[in-house]
């Protein structure tokens, strides 16, 4: 049986894998995050991070400009940061595949 903190980690994974898809925007997947792994209004979630909620929505709304710090302090209550990623899709496989252990180790 899989616990609460095995299902969010599950959705967190399956939302990644829809952005690094191009499936939805960063925006789309805090907002989809903070909804469905939290359960947080906008409000009550830009509370806890310490930033406005009109910030939060226009984070969510891929609207605005925000800093990188506040950026990583409204992802990291979802066990995420930003970074660098390749914009090539075929790069970003690369990149996924090297991160992956092979058959032979396991």
Not at 8 to 32: F, N, V
């Amino acid at each position: 049986m899989r616990t609460g903190q095995e299902d969010r980690e599950g959705q967190l994974l399956a939302a990644l894998r829809c952005l690094l898809a191009d499936e939805i925007s960063e925006g789309q997947l805090l907002r989809k995050l903070r909804r469905e792994v939290l359960g947080l209004s906008q409000q009550e979630y830009a509370s806890l991070v310490g930033v406005s909620r009109r910030t939060l929505s226009d984070m969510e709304g891929d609207r605005g400009n925000v800093s990188l710090a506040v950026m990583n302090r409204v992802y990291r209550p979802l066990g995420l940061r930003v970074g660098l990623l390749p914009r090539q899709t075929a790069l970003l496989h690369e990149v996924l595949e090297a991160e992956r252990p092979s058959q032979h180790d396991a």
